[in-house]
């Protein structure tokens, strides 16, 4: 009797059950947020099952809707329109730091004239070693004798005796790296000219709606078939 009633019981539970899962399928679920996107929309003046095509709505981005985007004034845009590439360039190359003054980039001046001090201060450093090396030179070489390893003169700065052939070494060194910081200041000279020159590319580039990239799939056609590939159009709109 007891197995019976387990039994009848456990049936009616699963019946049970069954008729909850089914009730509550066929329950809308309105706590759930709506669709955000160009997905359809319901309208709620419509009974249930009668959603046809002309009565589906999309929530769609309208022509007044705000776009992210970087607007600038107008005495702005007439600055930008004002800068010519070539005349930074030019003025940047008589007079470093002027093309970047020209472009409005100020803060780059003080930067180009540090590095064009440390090159000066190098360069002086060098030269005044090679001056004082080849004065010792001359002055050990004068010396009486055959044996360079004889022939040594004193180093002020360095309160050093050197023979003829440290002296040497010494002078070639010191006149070598004064050359190479000359040629280095005249590199950095011409950065400073390129650096004008682009900044006022980039300024006046032109990254307005005018200028529409298109890309297309295509087919190629070659000597081993037809090809898959992409096709691009830049299209000019004035």
């Known amino acids: 009797m007891n ?41 709620q003046d419509l009974p249930a099952d009668t959603i046809r095509p002309d009565v589906v709505e999309y929530d769609t981005l309208s022509a007044d809707t705000p776009v992210d985007t970087v607007s600038l004034s107008d005495s702005a845009n007439a600055k930008i329109r004002k800068i010519i590439p070539k005349r930074a360039a030019l003025l940047s190359l008589a007079l470093p730091g002027l093309g970047q003054y020209y472009n409005g980039q100020i803060w780059k001046i003080p930067l180009i ?65 004064r050359d190479y910081n000359y040629i280095f200041t005249a590199l950095f000279w011409a950065l400073n000219v390129v650096d004008a020159n682009v900044t006022a590319h980039l300024k006046t580039f032109d990254i307005s709606d005018s200028l529409t990239l298109r890309y297309n799939p295509v ?20």
């Open 3 to 43: 197995a019976l009633f387990l039994r009848l019981s456990l049936i009616g539970l699963f019946l049970w059950l069954a008729v909850m899962t089914t009730s509550h399928a066929q329950t809308a679920d309105t706590s759930r947020p709506a669709p955000v996107g160009r997905f359809p929309v319901i309208r």
């Open 113 to 177: 004239y540090a590095g064009f001090t440390t090159f000066g201060i190098l360069i002086s450093k060098f030269n005044g070693d090679y001056v004082e090396f080849l004065s010792a030179y001359e002055v050990a070489y004068s010396k009486p004798g055959t044996n360079p390893v004889l022939k040594k003169a004193v180093v002020a700065s360095r309160n050093l005796e050197l023979d003829l052939n440290q002296l040497q070494r010494g002078t070639e060194f010191y006149r070598r790296w």
């Open 219 to 238: 087919v190629i056609p070659s000597t081993v078939g037809m090809v898959p590939g992409i096709s691009l159009t830049l299209s000019f709109r004035k």
